[in-house]
């Protein structure tokens, strides 16, 4: 008892500095601090993870499609007014031809439009890909936006909702009969050019309306019409943008690159 009585004597009365403990709370607060954000970005990394799973999940199902069916898709696309087309995307939506018809058209607008450069630059030619990116976010954008946009039109304006990846299927199939008209727009005539671009406007917008038809017809028998019109507003859009942007300013660019 002696040994505990000197030390308890000897520490009684004495103060433990305000700094000591003012590290000593700190540290606490620190180790506090530290452990917490460790925990919410452990539990943000979670959630993040998960969420992109899930994501990956649903779409991987659109993407996963038979070389069949595909084939018998893109010949649905090539006769517009065919009914088969409409009830194999009522079956089973994809979202695999779609997004390889835009890659496809994205690539052939440039190397076309290089194509249609060399036959009319008499040998003085120098190649440009630059415009690939331009192409790029207009194919995309337009094709993937143009249905969201009808989608979100449907459900707010009309009170209807549409089954979006149809929507999407049947845009994105729309463009199929676009691929062979980019091989002839490489002859350098503007005349044929123009004629093959109305061909693909009449062809894919009847292709549009009959399928877009099918998909709303049941649903809102009144709201049919003005979605068909806006739809051939952007046709219209499509056409121009089309023959007085992407076919002029490829060859445009190039021209200017030499």
Known sequence: MSGFQEFHDENLGKEIPINDQNENIGNKNNEFTINGNANITEEVS???V???????????????????DIISKLKGAIIPLNKSFYESIEEKPELYGPF??????????TVTGNLN???SSNNNF??????????????????????????????????IEID????????????????????????????????????????????????????????APKAKYPILGILGG????????????????????INEKK
Not at 51 to 68: C, G, P, Q, R, T
Not at 192 to 211: G, W
């Open 50 to 68: 998960n969420y992109i799973n899930n994501y990956l999940s649903f779409i991987s199902k659109y993407f996963d499609v038979e070389l069949k």
């Open 126 to 159: 120098s190649s440009n890909f630059d415009f690939m990116p331009y192409a790029a976010l207009f194919i995309y954008g337009f094709g993937f936006g143009v249905p969201f946009l009808i989608y979100l039109i449907s459900k707010f304006a009309f009170k």
């Open 234 to 253: 952007f046709q219209l859009i499509l056409f121009f943008s089309l023959k007085f942007y992407f076919f002029k300013n490829v060859s445009g660019r």
């Open 164 to 219: 979006l990846v149809s929507n999407l299927c049947v845009y994105g199939y729309s463009f199929v009969i676009l691929i062979p008209i980019l091989f002839v727009c490489v002859i350098p005539s503007d005349f044929l050019e123009t004629i093959f671009l109305i061909y693909y406007l009449v062809h894919s917008s009847i292709f549009l309306f009959y399928n877009v038809y099918l998909l709303i017809s049941e649903k």
């Open 46 to 48: 979670n959630v993040t």
């Open 117 to 119: 450069g060399y036959l």
């Open 100 to 109: 390889w018809t835009f890659t496809t058209i994205i690539f052939l607008i």
